[in-house]
Nanobody, 121 residues
């Protein structure tokens, strides 16, 4: 059974940093682009960042450019999201998923449980 497990979230203060991890089990995704998405309270899930299979190409939502960095370690079957200078508007449940080649559209069959990030002002 394919499973994606996100971790690393928490309750932090504005300006703090977090590193989120997403580890796959049951299969590998090293040939797939991978993305991070988030769902804030009362809002639709939105794209945050994506990385191609080799890690050589990344893509970010305008709202997170300069603060978020996506990376991957295919040997560990893990994708990371480094978040710096957290803001209250970053409060959301963060999910990872493989994406289509456009690096933005998620493959919807692989959502995990997500990891909660809560930023206090």
């Amino acid at each position: 059974q394919v499973q994606l497990v996100e971790s690393g979230g928490g309750l932090v203060q504005a300006g703090d940093s977090l590193r989120l991890s997403c580890t796959a089990s049951g299969r590998t995704f090293d040939n797939y682009p991978m993305g991070w998405f988030r769902r804030a309270p009362g809002k639709e899930r939105e794209f945050v960042a994506a990385i191609n299979w080799s890690g050589g190409d990344t893509y970010y939502a305008d709202s997170v450019k300069g603060r978020f960095t996506i990376s991957r370690d295919n040997a560990k079957n893990t994708v990371y999201l480094q978040i710096n200078n957290l803001k209250p508007e970053d409060t959301a449940v963060y999910y990872c998923a493989p994406t289509y080649p456009n690096l933005k559209t998620p493959m919807n069959n692989y959502w995990g449980q997500g990891t909660q990030v809560t930023v206090s002002s």
